[in-house]
């Protein structure tokens, strides 16, 4: 079955430490996108990428580094200058990108299980 | 104030009753989706919505444009629909579209 998936399910890392998540889809997407959750507040937006090789910055994108060298992958790295990097991280893809230029309202979303950070 | 806005924020149910959960937003949108988060974090695509009333098994949305409301029913509870039930909304900007999520619903379904 396709889809996507996140390794590993819960990270725990030293304060200071970068770390990366990883995220890979098979269901052949061209766009990919980062989301973090915390305790009462709506997903919010990090990174995304429409395409291979490119990718552009949400709206908490201080902190974290991603990288698209491949279609099937999109990983982000919590570096040490995230302030407070313990929370849900999700990666969703879709057909169809549903962020920024160009992007359609009509394109499904596709979540992965997530990964659970925690910094100490 | 947020721009979409979830109520209620927990919603505890016997099993079989009839589950309401609103979705309300202060702008101007092209769509809404309502999602489902289990228990151990994956979230699952229920349905999408740019008008009028979708059906699914025993959920159904429907949105109010003129309004700008959403409402997700779940008929025949039962505790596997236990979950978190976010609303998001697709909002269109001149550089394209963004997606903004509610904080979703706590269903928990008693047996």
């Known amino acids: 079955d396709g889809g996507i998936t996140q390794s590993p399910k819960y990270l725990f890392r030293k304060e200071g430490q970068n770390v990366t998540l990883s995220c890979e889809q098979n269901?052949?997407?061209?766009?990919m996108y980062w989301y973090r959750q915390d305790p009462g507040q709506g997903l919010r937006l990090i990174y995304y990428?429409?395409?291979?090789?490119?990718?552009q910055k949400g709206d908490i994108a201080e902190g974290y580094s991603v990288s698209r060298e491949k279609k099937e992958s999109f990983p982000l790295t919590v570096t040490s200058a995230q302030k407070n990097p313990t929370a849900f991280y999700l990666c969703?893809?879709?057909?169809?990108?549903?962020?920024?230029?160009?992007?359609?309202?009509?394109?499904?979303?596709?979540f992965g299980n997530g990964t659970r950070l925690t910094v100490t | 104030k947020n721009e979409v806005e979830q109520s209620p924020q927990n919603l505890t149910a016997q099993e079989g009753e009839f589950i309401t959960i609103n979705c309300s937003y202060s702008?101007?949108?092209?769509?809404l989706h309502w999602l489902q988060q289990h228990p151990g974090g994956g979230i699952v695509s229920l349905f999408m919505?740019?008008?009028g009333k979708k059906k699914h098994g025993r959920l159904i949305a429907t949105i109010n444009i003129q309004e700008k409301h959403s409402s997700l029913h779940i008929t025949a509870s039962h505790p596997r629909d236990s979950a978190v039930y976010i609303c998001?909304?697709?909002?269109?900007?001149?550089?394209?579209?963004?997606?903004?999520f509610g904080e979703g619903t706590q269903l928990t379904v008693n047996p």
């Open positions: 969703a893809s879709s057909m169809i990108p549903f962020e920024g230029a160009g992007s359609s309202y009509n394109s499904p979303l596709h």
């Open positions: 269901l052949n997407h061209d766009a």
């Open positions: 990428s429409q395409i291979v090789n490119d990718f």
């Open positions: 702008v101007g949108i092209s769509a």
């Open positions: 919505l740019s008008s």
């Open positions: 998001a909304v697709r909002i269109r900007e001149t550089s394209g579209s963004r997606l903004t």
